[in-house]
């Protein structure tokens, strides 16, 4: 019982940058966009805010940092970098017309590099013997809990043990679940991305939908990446750490069928299953099991991958231009 | 005739397509308060024309005005802000949205109970029914194209467009589209109808405008007109309608239907216990509303289909019998069996688009020898012959049949299937999207295959064609056969009560 | 609205037909200038080094010495053959970014027998299983996600993709299980004295066997596509399911076929990588070149030929990165970067060839 309890904030905190992933991604591809970039746009996101957050926490030297200031410019920073992400995406793909899955990759490829060479610069600058930056005055500030949360025992620990990021994540996901549901602009989304010819027609701007769609994904994705970075490693940014929890969370989009309120329980869920090996015993004996384990994510999305396409529901299918570009006159 | 004010002026309206000119110098009037006929053949620009109109197309030089003053559509928002509102023919609507949805698309607010109660007041006042809450893929076409005109209505528009609206309909519905469309005549909208279908310009339309080969040929108000004088300005030069019809010659059995049943992916039966027989040397023509299950009975007897039940015979010279249901379509075709089936869109049924003509060619001998390597000569030689004989236009053998117009397209499609000297041939659609000329280039080429003891069935659009070139006609309704009658002893206007009624009913 | 109903477009896209192939490649050719120079302007600008010196050491890095080319001339045949994998599913419109997986799992084949029967047989007899059990598990691991692609139609993007890490993490698991010394979490080099199951060298030179295979691959995938019958179906299947079905070809079978295939040829690279190159087997053996092939692929247009130079273009920038992060003190990271910019501007390119602007011109309405 107690390692569960353990175990469930463990399994929320990684779940957060695979919510953010998802609902991000779940936003672009209502707009028909499958950006298969967002392992880079999450590496952009998480380096952007550590740029900003190291120059900060440099500036202030061994003063005190100010709240505010440690949160808002790293924020900042990395919203910034992920919009530059996602314009650049955008302008390739609805402007351009490129292709979706090649430009997605080359994304990726730039924006895992960009990640590891500022990563790797900043340490260099650091003069650290470790290869790794620790930001532990901003972390510090993301990891604010709530006051009462420890007087609330089990609860608290469950409930409102996390940094703030944790429950913008979650309300990002129910906001987006919202308005994807119940809104005009959701509507002219959903429409832009089954099928733009009609959209058109009926007077939506395809491309506009389509561009701040994307850009609007990718700025809540890059939170993932910051989320990570500030608060699950504690403000510790090592090369290659974040891994490809951008690919689990293009996954966890499968996963819960297009629906962001539906990704809060699945990230979790995937948050858990990510670091479920560490709780199965496996003795010293077999220390190679635990690898099998680790395996269980992709083996669930798979399963839930095939089954979906079995059951083939029509609500439950993807936007149907999903990776189509548009272009009005195409005869 | 007395016009009220204008509504719409287009004047020397242009517009270019990669390899084609679709308008040339094109004017336009519309007034308001009147039906205006677009009329012209498939390919004379019609639909190019309206859709500049509704900003889908930007025109490469002329000049619009909307209510008097110069306007420049850019948009389909740009034309809605301007009272504009089109129907297509393949309807703009999202399937996995509810009818409302789709008519509220576009718009500013989301007041869901202010946007039903204004869908309820369009409906009242025209005469539409509608479940505002159904999805789109449940619905029948009939029912789409309702949303579509409930939707443009819903905006505003003073000016509607219908693009050949009664192409997918029955005639009872035809009536019904037509008493709204008066409906909204009284109510001072004015309305755009495309058609090429001489009956429905005569009913409905006050002045018609007539295009051809993309250019303005002239208007005719519809009282003082009739359907020769149309005819003419559509195809040019006046031409005969006469189809030849040779007689039969030495007719035997040689493929019999019996009790075919078709149920699609979806779970709908198309084809209901389909029961005939095709002779040598005989067309047996097919009419019925678009939809009634030609398409499936059709591949059903090329074996693509798979069949609930029935048997289909195949007797050759010396009355030998074989069942084809259950042979892989390959070996059926073999057997000489050929089927060419012209989709809306031309290719994809039958077609690569990116491959050059000897390569579409193969499509149907590839797999004849066991090689592992294609043999490039044969097809090669075929594709010259087609493109000779057929006088395809095309710059040359190895050019992607996708940029070709669609004509040729047709013709290197259809010249395909006759190409391998089959013994039944099963055509669908062949002259769809074609001039008049081309049509008749086709119904020869059919005639001589007749006239070679082959066995034709020839699924039409044109009730008047199909008439004159067929010996016998079968009538689908539903999916069912309504009736089989000889195509010399019967009107029109029976076949098309057979359309939409049944023998017992009649 | 009605001030912006007035307004003329001021630019209008129409799409071209087709444009003679010189004129693409200029295009092409220009697009790589420009990112260039934008490359160049952005190490100046990070990190203060004089743009020409770097690109003299990429260079360098490359060819610098005859080892330097050997190597980078392995390493396009690598990635060259890869891509000539994924270039069969991508021709029937099959979107395999498993390449990876499959990679791996070759390799995965290769070291089991190396490492459980290496030391028991004869080394042509060794050999000979090794590349049928690479060929096996790689096809296997196509195999898969074509058969939820035929039965179900299961997105074949996320599939494959899934199937990368399942495979990652066998092989992580096989790592363990074979790791020497224990703990180290490393299977080191094996056979290193008996040199079982290590592929032999080709005129005493380790580099040409990787080579002469890719040479041959080119040359099999280039006339399977374009003169047998499987390759004809490949491309009708690719080009329009539904004629496919029309005309009789089996689609599911030759989806299912040609992944067989495409998954094969991966499974041979991790053969050559594990028993030609690496002679050990790790979990990053194919090093996001699986990625890199979709790249190398499609900016070839799927042409085989061409796509010695564009892998060789990726290779190149890539081996000159490694040279900048040793000669500048450089994070090797870097050359993803500008491999990133490069490809943008790649990718960006084809709109001018397949599009067409035209510019409203003023005061042709008339007043």
């Given at each position: 019982?107690?390692?569960?309890?353990?175990?469930?904030?463990?399994?929320?905190?990684?779940?957060?940058?695979?919510?953010?992933?998802?609902?991000?991604?779940?936003?672009?591809?209502?707009?028909?966009?499958?950006?298969?970039?967002?392992?880079?746009?999450?590496?952009?996101?998480?380096?952007?805010?550590?740029?900003?957050?190291?120059?900060?926490?440099?500036?202030?030297?061994?003063?005190?940092?100010?709240?505010?200031?440690?949160?808002?410019?790293?924020?900042?920073?990395?919203?910034?970098?992920?919009?530059?992400?996602?314009?650049?995406?955008?302008?390739?793909?609805?402007?351009?017309?490129?292709?979706?899955?090649?430009?997605?990759?080359?994304?990726?490829?730039?924006?895992?590099?960009?990640?590891?060479?500022?990563?790797?610069?900043?340490?260099?600058?650091?003069?650290?013997?470790?290869?790794?930056?620790?930001?532990?005055?901003?972390?510090?500030?993301?990891?604010?809990?709530?006051?009462?949360?420890?007087?609330?025992?089990?609860?608290?620990?469950?409930?409102?043990?996390?940094?703030?990021?944790?429950?913008?994540?979650?309300?990002?996901?129910?906001?987006?679940?919202?308005?994807?549901?119940?809104?005009?602009?959701?509507?002219?989304?959903?429409?832009?991305?089954?099928?733009?010819?009609?959209?058109?027609?009926?007077?939506?701007?395809?491309?506009?939908?389509?561009?701040?769609?994307?850009?609007?994904?990718?700025?809540?994705?890059?939170?993932?990446?910051?989320?990570?970075?500030?608060?699950?490693?504690?403000?510790?940014?090592?090369?290659?750490?974040?891994?490809?929890?951008?690919?689990?969370?293009?996954?966890?989009?499968?996963?819960?069928?297009?629906?962001?309120?539906?990704?809060?329980?699945?990230?979790?869920?995937?948050?858990?299953?990510?670091?479920?090996?560490?709780?199965?015993?496996?003795?010293?004996?077999?220390?190679?099991?635990?690898?099998?384990?680790?395996?269980?994510?992709?083996?669930?999305?798979?399963?839930?991958?095939?089954?979906?396409?079995?059951?083939?529901?029509?609500?439950?299918?993807?936007?149907?231009?999903?990776?189509?570009?548009?272009?009005?006159?195409?005869? | 005739?007395?016009?009220?004010?204008?509504?719409?002026?287009?004047?020397?309206?242009?517009?270019?397509?990669?390899?084609?000119?679709?308008?040339?110098?094109?004017?336009?009037?519309?007034?308001?308060?009147?039906?205006?006929?677009?009329?012209?053949?498939?390919?004379?620009?019609?639909?190019?024309?309206?859709?500049?109109?509704?900003?889908?197309?930007?025109?490469?030089?002329?000049?619009?005005?909307?209510?008097?003053?110069?306007?420049?559509?850019?948009?389909?928002?740009?034309?809605?802000?301007?009272?504009?509102?089109?129907?297509?023919?393949?309807?703009?609507?999202?399937?996995?949205?509810?009818?409302?949805?789709?008519?509220?698309?576009?718009?500013?607010?989301?007041?869901?109970?202010?946007?039903?109660?204004?869908?309820?007041?369009?409906?009242?006042?025209?005469?539409?029914?509608?479940?505002?809450?159904?999805?789109?893929?449940?619905?029948?076409?009939?029912?789409?194209?309702?949303?579509?005109?409930?939707?443009?209505?819903?905006?505003?528009?003073?000016?509607?467009?219908?693009?050949?609206?009664?192409?997918?309909?029955?005639?009872?519905?035809?009536?019904?589209?037509?008493?709204?469309?008066?409906?909204?005549?009284?109510?001072?909208?004015?309305?755009?109808?495309?058609?090429?279908?001489?009956?429905?310009?005569?009913?409905?339309?006050?002045?018609?405008?007539?295009?051809?080969?993309?250019?303005?040929?002239?208007?005719?108000?519809?009282?003082?007109?009739?359907?020769?004088?149309?005819?003419?300005?559509?195809?040019?030069?006046?031409?005969?309608?006469?189809?030849?019809r040779p007689e039969p010659v030495n007719p035997k059995k040689r493929l019999e239907i019996k009790n075919i049943s078709v149920t699609d992916?979806?779970?709908?039966k198309k084809v209901k216990d389909v029961s005939f027989y095709m002779n040598s040397g005989e067309i047996l023509g097919i009419a019925g509303?678009?939809?009634s299950g030609q398409k499936e009975l059709l591949e059903a007897i090329a074996g693509i289909q798979k069949v609930d039940e029935g048997s289909v015979t195949y007797i050759d010279e010396d009355g030998n019998t074989t069942e084809l249901i259950g042979m892989h379509p390959r070996d059926i075709r073999e057997m000489g069996v050929a089927l060419s089936f012209v989709?809306?869109?031309?290719?994809?049924m039958g077609?690569?688009?990116?491959?050059?003509?000897?390569?579409?060619?193969?499509?149907r001998t590839?797999g004849e020898?066991?090689?592992?390597?294609?043999?490039?000569?044969?097809?090669?030689?075929?594709?010259?012959?087609?493109?000779?004989?057929?006088?395809?236009?095309?710059?040359?053998?190895?050019?992607?049949?996708?940029?070709?117009?669609?004509?040729?397209?047709?013709?290197?499609l259809v010249g395909r299937e006759i190409s391998s000297n089959p013994k039944v041939l099963l055509t669908a659609y062949a002259?769809?999207?074609?001039?008049?000329?081309?049509?008749?280039?086709i119904y020869?080429l059919i005639n001589e295959q007749k006239k070679r003891g082959v066995a034709v069935l020839f699924v039409g659009?044109?009730?008047?064609v199909l008439m004159?070139i067929s010996d016998k006609i079968m009538v689908l309704r539903?999916g069912e056969v309504s009736d089989i009658v000889d195509a010399k002893?019967i009107?029109?206007?029976?076949?098309?009560?057979l359309?939409?009624?049944?023998?017992?009913?009649? | 609205?009605?001030?912006?109903?007035?307004?003329?477009?001021?630019?209008?896209?129409?799409?071209?037909?087709?444009?003679?192939?010189?004129?693409?490649?200029?295009?092409?050719?220009?697009?790589?200038?420009?990112?260039?120079?934008?490359?160049?302007?952005?190490?100046?600008?990070?990190?203060?080094?004089?743009?020409?010196?770097?690109?003299?050491?990429?260079?360098?890095?490359?060819?610098?010495?005859?080892?330097?080319?050997?190597?980078?001339?392995?390493?396009?045949?690598?990635?060259?053959?890869?891509?000539?994998?994924?270039?069969?599913?991508?021709?029937?419109?099959?979107?395999?970014?498993?390449?990876?997986?499959?990679?791996?799992?070759?390799?995965?084949?290769?070291?089991?027998?190396?490492?459980?029967?290496?030391?028991?047989?004869?080394?042509?007899?060794?050999?000979?299983?090794?590349?049928?059990?690479?060929?096996?598990?790689?096809?296997?691991?196509?195999?898969?996600?074509?058969?939820?692609?035929?039965?179900?139609?299961?997105?074949?993007?996320?599939?494959?993709?899934?199937?990368?890490?399942?495979?990652?993490?066998?092989?992580?698991?096989?790592?363990?299980?074979?790791?020497?010394?224990?703990?180290?979490?490393?299977?080191?080099?094996?056979?290193?004295?008996?040199?079982?199951?290590?592929?032999?060298?080709?005129?005493?030179?380790?580099?040409?066997?990787?080579?002469?295979?890719?040479?041959?691959?080119?040359?099999?995938?280039?006339?399977?596509?374009?003169?047998?019958?499987?390759?004809?179906?490949?491309?009708?299947?690719?080009?329009?399911?539904?004629?496919?079905i029309y005309v009789g070809?089996?689609?599911?079978?030759?989806?299912?076929?040609?992944?067989?295939?495409?998954?094969?040829?991966?499974?041979?690279?991790?053969?050559?990588?594990?028993?030609?190159?690496?002679?050990?087997?790790?979990?990053?053996?194919?090093?996001?070149?699986?990625?890199?092939?979709?790249?190398?692929?499609?900016?070839?247009?799927?042409?085989?030929?061409?796509?010695?130079?564009?892998?060789?273009?990726?290779?190149?920038?890539?081996?000159?990165?490694?040279?900048?992060?040793?000669?500048?003190?450089?994070?090797?990271?870097?050359?993803?970067?500008?491999?990133?910019?490069?490809?943008?501007?790649?990718?960006?390119?084809?709109?001018?060839?397949?599009?067409?602007?035209?510019?409203?011109?003023?005061?042709?309405?008339?007043?």
């Open positions: 019982m107690l390692g569960f309890l353990a175990f469930i904030p463990r399994a929320v905190a990684q779940g957060i940058p695979l919510l953010f992933g998802c609902t991000g991604e779940i936003v672009t591809e209502k707009s028909g966009n499958l950006n298969l970039g967002l392992p880079g746009v999450m590496y952009v996101g998480a380096i952007s805010g550590v740029i900003g957050s190291f120059f900060y926490e440099n500036s202030v030297g061994t003063g005190d940092v100010n709240t505010a200031l440690a949160i808002l410019i790293p924020l900042l920073c990395s919203m910034a970098g992920s919009l530059v992400m996602g314009l650049i995406y955008s302008f390739l793909v609805v402007t351009l017309r490129a292709n979706q899955n090649v430009t997605g990759l080359a994304m990726t490829t730039f924006g895992v590099g960009f990640g590891n060479f500022f990563g790797g610069s900043l340490i260099k600058l650091y003069k650290a013997d470790i290869p790794s930056i620790s930001l532990s005055k901003t972390s510090a500030c993301f990891r604010m809990q709530l006051p009462f949360a420890d007087d609330l025992g089990v609860i608290g620990q469950l409930i409102f043990s996390y940094g703030f990021l944790a429950y913008t994540a979650i309300i990002i996901a129910i906001v987006v679940a919202y308005v994807l549901k119940k809104t005009r602009v959701g509507l002219n989304l959903r429409a832009v991305g089954e099928n733009p010819a009609t959209a058109d027609a009926a007077g939506i701007n395809v491309s506009k939908y389509k561009y701040i769609s994307t850009c609007i994904g990718c700025v809540i994705a890059g939170l993932g990446g910051l989320y990570y970075v500030m608060d699950y490693a504690c403000g510790i940014w090592s090369n290659d750490a974040f891994g490809d929890r951008g690919w689990l969370a293009i996954a966890l989009v499968i996963f819960t069928l297009w629906k962001s309120d539906l990704g809060i329980f699945a990230s979790i869920l995937f948050g858990g299953l990510y670091i479920l090996h560490l709780y199965i015993p496996t003795g010293m004996e077999h220390m190679e099991l635990k690898e099998l384990y680790k395996m269980i994510p992709y083996v669930v999305t798979m399963i839930v991958l095939i089954f979906t396409s079995m059951r083939n529901r029509r609500e439950d299918q993807p936007p149907q231009s999903l990776g189509l570009n548009y272009f009005r006159e195409e005869r | 005739m007395e016009h009220g004010d204008i509504a719409v002026r287009m004047r020397g309206i242009s517009k270019r397509f990669d390899l084609k000119q679709a308008n040339t110098c094109v004017d336009f009037e519309l007034y308001k308060g009147e039906i205006v006929s677009l009329l012209g053949e498939n390919g004379s620009g019609k639909t190019t024309l309206m859709n500049m109109l509704a900003g889908l197309y930007y025109p490469d030089e002329g000049e619009i005005q909307v209510g008097g003053r110069a306007v420049s559509i850019s948009s389909p928002a740009m034309a809605a802000a301007l009272g504009i509102g089109m129907v297509h023919q393949h309807f703009k609507l999202v399937d996995v949205f509810t009818a409302w949805e789709n008519i509220i698309l576009g718009g500013k607010d989301y007041d869901v109970q202010a946007a039903r109660e204004k869908i309820r007041k369009i409906c009242d006042r025209y005469g539409f029914v509608i479940d505002p809450d159904k999805k789109i893929y449940n619905m029948t076409v009939s029912e789409k194209q309702t949303v579509e005109i409930i939707k443009v209505l819903y905006r505003g528009a003073d000016i509607l467009i219908l693009d050949e609206p009664t192409a997918v309909l029955t005639p009872q519905e035809c009536e019904r589209l037509f008493d709204v469309m008066r409906n909204m005549r009284s109510d001072g909208k004015s309305i755009v109808i495309i058609t090429h279908k001489l009956n429905e310009v005569m009913e409905i339309s006050d002045r018609v405008v007539v295009l051809r080969r993309g250019e303005y040929v002239g208007q005719l108000e519809t009282a003082k007109t009739n359907p020769q004088q149309m005819t003419a300005m559509m195809v040019g030069h006046s031409v005969t309608l006469d189809i030849e992916i979806e779970g709908v509303i678009s939809g989709p809306e869109d031309r290719l994809g077609l690569v688009g990116n491959m050059s003509i000897p390569e579409n060619m193969m499509l590839f020898s066991h090689k592992w390597f294609t043999d490039r000569d044969k097809p090669r030689k075929v594709a010259q012959d087609v493109v000779d004989v057929l006088e395809v236009s095309t710059p040359g053998l190895d050019f992607p049949v996708r940029r070709l117009s669609g004509g040729n397209i047709q013709k290197i002259v769809r999207g074609l001039d008049i000329n081309s049509s008749f280039k020869d659009e044109d009730l008047d004159q539903d002893k009107t029109k206007n029976e076949i098309g009560m359309m939409t009624s049944t023998k017992e009913l009649k | 609205m009605n001030t912006k109903a007035q307004k003329e477009p001021l630019i209008h896209l129409t799409k071209r037909g087709a444009m003679p192939v010189y004129k693409a490649m200029i295009i092409r050719a220009l697009a790589v200038v420009l990112a260039l120079i934008v490359c160049a302007v952005i190490t100046g600008l990070t990190t203060g080094i004089d743009p020409i010196a770097v690109y003299t050491s990429i260079i360098s890095g490359a060819f610098g010495t005859a080892r330097k080319t050997w190597i980078t001339l392995q390493d396009v045949s690598i990635l060259l053959t890869i891509s000539l994998a994924l270039t069969l599913a991508f021709r029937m419109r099959f979107w395999n970014i498993g390449g990876e997986g499959q990679v791996l799992m070759g390799g995965l084949g290769a070291a089991a027998c190396m490492i459980c029967i290496g030391d028991r047989l004869p080394a042509p007899v060794l050999i000979l299983l090794m590349l049928i059990s690479s060929l096996t598990l790689g096809a296997l691991w196509g195999l898969i996600p074509a058969v939820c692609k035929a039965v179900w139609n299961t997105n074949e993007t996320l599939s494959t993709l899934m199937m990368n890490y399942i495979a990652t993490q066998i092989v992580l698991f096989f790592t363990i299980l074979w790791e020497v010394p224990k703990g180290s979490g490393k299977i080191g080099i094996i056979n290193q004295d008996s040199h079982a199951g290590w592929l032999p060298q080709i005129f005493g030179s380790k580099y040409l066997l990787p080579i002469i295979i890719a040479t041959a691959i080119t040359v099999f995938v280039y006339i399977y596509i374009k003169y047998t019958k499987h390759g004809y179906e490949i491309r009708v299947v690719g080009e329009s399911p539904r004629t496919s070809i089996n689609v599911k079978k030759v989806i299912i076929r040609t992944m067989i295939v495409s998954g094969a040829i991966c499974g041979l690279v991790g053969l050559i990588l594990v028993g030609g190159i690496n002679h050990t087997l790790t979990a990053t053996i194919s090093d996001g070149r699986g990625f890199t092939a979709v790249l190398v692929s499609w900016m070839a247009q799927f042409n085989p030929f061409a796509m010695i130079l564009t892998s060789f273009v990726i290779v190149f920038m890539d081996r000159g990165a490694g040279e900048i992060a040793t000669q500048f003190d450089l994070n090797q990271s870097f050359g993803d970067i500008l491999t990133g910019i490069i490809l943008f501007f790649i990718i960006g390119c084809e709109f001018f060839i397949n599009y067409q602007i035209r510019l409203r011109k003023k005061g042709h309405r008339e007043a």
